[in-house]
């Protein structure tokens, strides 16, 4: 009996089966994110089932908006394709469901407007922030570093999470010039920008050593959080992790025990 043959598709019938152009297809291969499977004797690229599942992986992280050079270091990272898949399906479904509560509030906004109903200020916001990342926080920090930062949080006036943004976007552009001006982690001027991100982070919770380096990882291996530096600078994340190491090698603390 003839073994049956392992299904591939053309370029040309990949590109229409996602939706992605054939142009875009080859620009990925020249970058490395998606090679084919092989070249047939006509010159035709040839694709198989490992090559699509990569190819969704590729496109999920695009919808979060991450840019090709990030997205090739995030997919080098994650060696399990289950393990990928299920971290990304765990990111829509929360932002499906924080969606869902927005327009629950926004949906009542319009009744409110429409009745001539009065809204308390409380429930004009209600919903706009709830944070997705809670119960992942909880798994790697525990309940009390959890409930410590949004105690916190919680204490600041609108002016002081106003303060609070504004820093982060100040801290992520001037890490941003570093990396374009191509100086080393342990450079003085990038960890004197990793010392005020460590700040920044202390506003909310204090790391140790261990923790902030943990921390530092999150931001190169979860996508949710490489989008949020990927919009300063590609490959900014990655630098940000290398400078976090430095810092916490020479001015922190152990985790204890």
């Known amino acids: 009996m003839k073994q049956e043959e392992v299904p591939s598709w053309s370029i040309a019938e990949l590109a229409k089966l996602s939706r992605v152009s054939s142009r875009t297809l080859r620009h ?10 092989y070249t047939g004797h006509n010159g035709y ?12 992986r590729i496109l999920l992280l695009r919808e979060l908006g991450l840019g090709l050079e990030t997205i090739g270091e995030v997919l080098n990272g994650q060696t399990n394709q289950l393990d990928a898949l299920g971290v990304h399906r765990k990111w829509l479904l929360a932002e499906r469901d924080r969606l869902d509560r927005m ?7 319009i009744s409110a407007l429409q009745q001539g109903d009065a809204m308390s200020g409380e429930d004009i916001f ?36 106003r303060d609070f ?18 100086l080393p982690a342990d450079d003085a001027r990038v960890q004197a920008a990793v010392e005020r991100h460590y ?59």
């Open 103 to 109: 327009a629950r509030t926004v949906e009542a906004t």
């Open 28 to 37: 990925y291969h020249q970058l490395g994110l998606l090679a084919p499977a």
């Open 165 to 182: 943004l504004a820093e982060a976007e100040a801290i992520n552009q001037e890490l941003a010039d570093c990396l374009d001006a191509g």
């Open 199 to 257: 700040r920044w982070v202390c506003v909310s919770w204090t790391p140790d050593a261990d923790s902030y380096v943990g921390l530092g990882r999150m931001y190169v291996e979860d996508p949710r959080f490489t989008a949020f530096y990927e919009k300063s600078r590609a490959g900014l994340a990655p630098y940000l992790l290398e400078g976090i190491k430095v810092y916490a090698a020479s001015r922190l603390s152990p985790a204890a025990g």
């Open 126 to 161: 209600k919903d706009f922030d709830s944070n997705p990342y809670e119960d992942e926080a909880r798994q790697r920090w525990g309940d009390k570093a959890v409930e410590d930062s949004k105690a916190r949080h919680a204490a600041m006036g609108d002016a002081e999470k």
């Open 45 to 56: 690229r040839y694709y198989r089932r490992t090559e699509l599942l990569r190819l969704q």
